[in-house]
């Protein structure tokens, strides 16, 4: 990892070539917080665009769309955009486009239903990214396909402006980012639990990756306002509704003989699917829940961040409930 990998890569042989960036905030005086991520996959023609703003009335804002991407010079499509201005260190984040505002995020199972529902309203949303910690780099390859091998992730701070239809609010809060490039599936891994959260002085990520056979990658790290730690172990123990989706968890990091224990509480969650034939022509269906999170540790110290929960559905259940 180089400062210079900040910027897009040259585009790899694979059909599926994805890279991308994430960028999570939340700010706890407004009680509000989302994410934004943008994909180019330029040999498939294509890009992949999401904004999800968690609104303090329960009420989420959220536009998806596939832009035609035909390069990868740039993170610039579908009215949003990332850019680097100090590579590792400053980003800039805008979005000037519609949104539909879901008054029931679980509606979201179902997007063209719950589109078609929902009003749309007109978004602006504008960030100045600082970097609280140095990057940390991890490599998610699994036995079932790419997924992400070139991959870091960043806690940062977030400052700017916020308008959806009449409602402007002004942001100050923490959060994560992440980039990756190489080839990409969304069916690669079996389940996968991403969890994160960030303060002022104290942040984490961590990562289970598992696989059809029980086995998992797991990684991680945590900044303790001084020392970024690499994860030597991580424990998820989840606890679900009557949809299998997460409500709350408990996560266990250790790293050099240090331990934090967090206890997770989601404030709202957004399930989002992902559909993809095989070449035998069966439609496999992958389901991503992104729950935001509020976390706490036993000092009394609190975080906020985000659970993604993805799995691969099988007979119409999520593959990782033992996680």
């Given at each position: 990892?180089?400062?210079?990998?900040?910027?897009?890569?040259?585009?790899?042989a694979e059909?599926?070539?994805?890279?991308?960036?994430?960028?999570?905030?939340?700010?706890p005086?407004?009680?509000l917080?989302?994410?934004?991520?943008?994909?180019?996959?330029?040999?498939e023609?294509?890009?992949?665009?999401?904004v999800?703003?968690?609104?303090?009335?329960?009420?989420?804002?959220?536009?998806?769309?596939?832009p035609?991407?035909?390069?990868?010079?740039?993170?610039?499509?579908?009215?949003?955009?990332?850019?680097?201005?100090?590579?590792?260190?400053?980003h800039?984040?805008?979005?000037?486009?519609d949104?539909?505002?879901?008054?029931?995020?679980?509606?979201?199972?179902?997007?063209?239903?719950?589109?078609?529902?929902?009003?749309?309203?007109?978004c602006?949303?504008?960030?100045?990214?600082?970097?609280?910690?140095?990057?940390?780099?991890?490599?998610?390859?699994?036995a079932?396909?790419?997924?992400?091998?070139?991959?870091?992730?960043?806690l940062?701070?977030?400052?700017?402006r916020?308008r959806?239809?009449?409602?402007?609010?002004?942001?100050?809060?923490?959060?994560?980012?992440?980039?990756?490039?190489?080839?990409?599936?969304?069916?690669?891994p079996?389940?996968?639990?991403?969890?994160?959260g960030?303060?002022?002085?104290?942040g984490?990520?961590?990562?289970?990756?598992?696989?059809?056979?029980?086995?998992?990658?797991?990684?991680?790290?945590?900044?303790?306002?001084d020392?970024?730690?690499?994860?030597?172990?991580?424990?998820?123990?989840?606890?679900?509704?009557?949809?299998?989706?997460?409500?709350?968890?408990?996560?266990?990091l250790?790293?050099?003989g240090?331990?934090?224990?967090?206890?997770?509480?989601?404030?709202?969650?957004?399930?989002l699917r992902?559909?993809?034939?095989a070449?035998?022509?069966?439609?496999?269906?992958?389901?991503?829940?992104?729950?935001?999170?509020?976390?706490?540790?036993?000092?009394?110290?609190?975080?906020h961040?985000?659970?993604?929960?993805?799995d691969?559905?099988?007979?119409?259940?999520p593959?990782?409930?033992?996680v």
């Amino acid at each position: 990892m180089r400062p210079e990998d900040d910027y897009t890569h040259p585009v790899g042989a694979e059909a599926n070539f994805n890279e991308s960036m994430y960028f999570h905030f939340y700010d706890p005086n407004e009680r509000l917080g989302g994410f934004v991520r943008l994909a180019n996959r330029p040999n498939e023609g294509r890009g992949e665009m999401t904004v999800c703003l968690y609104l303090p009335d329960g009420e989420v804002a959220f536009s998806f769309g596939r832009p035609e991407v035909s390069s990868n010079d740039r993170f610039d499509a579908a009215r949003l955009r990332f850019v680097v201005r100090e590579p590792m260190r400053r980003h800039k984040v805008s979005y000037c486009g519609d949104v539909f505002l879901i008054h029931d995020p679980s509606a979201l199972s179902d997007p063209r239903t719950a589109f078609r529902s929902s009003p749309q309203l007109p978004c602006a949303l504008e960030l100045d990214i600082t970097a609280t910690a140095p990057a940390s780099a991890h490599t998610f390859e699994t036995a079932g396909g790419a997924f992400a091998p070139n991959h870091y992730e960043q806690l940062l701070s977030a400052r700017g402006r916020l308008r959806v239809g009449r409602r402007v609010v002004q942001i100050s809060g923490h959060g994560l980012r992440d980039h990756s490039w190489g080839p990409r599936h969304w069916q690669a891994p079996w389940f996968y639990r991403w969890v994160h959260g960030a303060a002022e002085d104290f942040g984490f990520m961590g990562a289970w990756f598992g696989q059809r056979d029980g086995s998992a990658l797991r990684g991680g790290f945590v900044w303790d306002g001084d020392t970024l730690s690499e994860l030597d172990s991580l424990e998820i123990a989840s606890e679900r509704d009557d949809r299998d989706e997460q409500v709350a968890m408990t996560v266990v990091l250790r790293s050099a003989g240090r331990e934090w224990k967090l206890d997770g509480t989601v404030l709202a969650k957004v399930p989002l699917r992902h559909r993809r034939e095989a070449a035998d022509g069966v439609v496999q269906t992958t389901r991503i829940v992104e729950g935001l999170t509020k976390w706490a540790l036993p000092d009394g110290r609190v975080l906020h961040g985000m659970s993604e929960y993805l799995d691969q559905i099988v007979e119409g259940r999520p593959a990782g409930l033992g996680v």
